[in-house]
């Protein structure tokens, strides 16, 4: 059986890893992939927007299956192309994908449909956002309307950074066309939860949940990342608390896009905050999160593949998705610099006896020599009985991997533990 995974990055790598468990597929083609990931998939220099020569290739290579990972590719219709010319795919159709194509959409989605979320507003026009911000509650959110690569949206803890974020996003365009319209939304806190879910537009089936760590440094200290770590199970995400979200959250979600003609198959990300009034939806996702994939899929112990062909058949009710009942940790190694400028190309060192998981998200293959060519350069993953042991682990694994200019958080899970410590002590 041949599959095709559309995508390049750290989360491809775990996608891939976990589907190379299927014995009945023979190859793997990656679209463009990486060059850490030729070790286990064919990569083929085709971008991931590329969706012409994405639907070519798949034709002409027999595929059976495929998978569109990135939200690029899925926002511009990727499986519709695909599905038209008799490719199976897992992933949503353009018209579902919209829910994290457009924040204007999906906040629109969550008021008609009652779905707990941030209060909001929404503006086409810079000097009617701006106005709105001379009286508004500070701290504040700004959201670029479109996607920005998980980097479009601002928490402003001044009027002043406000509306600095509203002209940037909308004068300036550091987000392109993405910020021709913009949310600004109420501020919330509590503790953040990322929840991956199954489902075939009918049931929904979620995943082990997760803890990312935006922040570039220790202590959630410095500029907004792609992610830099993450843990799984989230302590915070109780099962009470995951009841509340199946009934109030993930079924009225899925509910609302059939209502509106607009049926989700695939995987649907809930970015949640767990504020003093309950669960409430940040944002949505139309496909596996990054790094979220790569400490979720080290749990299943079910057959991905399986599950990807019951989201797309209308079979998952019927379908076993069963995790682990562990604990996994991944710390990010990226570039000095990142997430501004920084340098590539330096060789990428794993020691023999490396143990962990390894999933490589900026990469390339020179020589026979793996080169870091990106600013998040791979993810170190570890599992354990433990939320410590797997934390310690991955650190242990990290110390086996190296390149010039590796920089990495020292504190992934800390905040996780400090909630497990305080739960055994009755605090």
């Given amino acids: 059986m041949k ?3 559309v995508g390049g990055g750290g989360r491809e790598h775990a996608i891939i890893k976990s589907l190379k468990k299927n014995k009945d597929i023979t190859e793997i083609y990656a679209l463009p992939g990486n060059g850490g990931i030729t070790k286990d998939a064919t990569c083929v220099n085709i971008g991931a927007k590329d969706i012409p020569a994405i639907t070519d290739f798949a034709i002409k290579n ?7 990972a990135p939200d690029d590719p899925l926002v511009l219709g990727a499986v ?12 949503p159709e353009k018209k579902a994908a919209i829910i994290e194509g457009s924040k204007v959409f999906s906040k629109n989605l969550m008021k008609k449909y009652n779905i707990p979320t941030a209060q909001y507003e929404v503006f086409s026009k810079a000097e009617d956002a701006i106005k709105y911000l001379e009286t508004a509650e500070i701290p504040i959110v700004v959201k670029a309307d479109g996607l920005a690569l998980g980097k ?41 939860v990322s929840v991956l879910c199954f489902t075939d537009g009918k049931c929904v089936k979620p995943m082990v949940s997760s803890m990312d760590h935006k922040r570039a ?16 199970p989230n302590p915070y995400y109780t099962e009470d608390i995951a009841r509340v979200c199946m009934d109030t959250i993930f079924i009225p979600t899925i509910n609302a896009m059939n209502s509106e003609n607009r ?5 649907l990300y809930f970015g949640l905050m767990l504020t003093p009034k309950g669960p409430k939806v940040i944002e949505y996702n139309c496909r596996f999160g990054d790094p979220e994939t790569q400490v979720v899929l080290p749990l299943l112990e079910s057959d991905l593949l399986t599950i990807m062909k019951a989201c797309r058949n209308g079979t998952l009710e019927d379908t076993e998705v069963k995790f682990a009942n562990k604990n996994a940790a991944c710390v990010v190694m990226a570039s000095e610099g990142y997430p501004k400028s920084y340098k590539s190309g330096f060789q990428i060192k794993v020691d023999p006896d490396f143990a962990g998981e390894l999933y490589i998200a ?23 009985e433990t939320l410590k042991g797997a934390i310690d682990n991955a650190y242990n694994e990290v110390k086996k991997v190296s390149f010039d200019n590796a920089f990495y958080r020292k504190d992934i ?4 533990l400090s909630k497990e410590e305080n739960t055994i002590y009755g605090l």
Avoid: H, Q, W, Y
């Fill in 3 to 5: 599959i095709m995974v």
């Fill in 62 to 68: 027999s595929i059976d299956f495929a998978v569109v």
């Fill in 80 to 91: 519709d192309a695909l599905e038209e010319k008799g490719i199976p795919c897992f992933g």
């Fill in 152 to 192: 479009g949206v601002i928490i402003a803890n001044t009027r002043d950074e406000a509306i600095s974020a509203v002209k940037e996003i909308m004068e300036n365009k550091m987000f392109g066309d993405s910020g021709n319209n913009i949310v600004i939304e109420e501020f919330l806190t509590g503790p953040e």
């Fill in 217 to 232: 440094l220790d202590n959630d200290e410095g500029l907004n990342t792609g992610g830099m770590g993450t843990i799984a």
């Fill in 263 to 267: 049926t989700f198959k695939g995987c």
């Fill in 362 to 384: 900026g990469a390339k293959l020179e020589d026979d020599k793996i080169l870091t060519a990106g600013g998040r350069v791979l993810g170190v993953v570890a599992t354990g």
């Fill in 413 to 416: 899970g800390k905040r996780a």
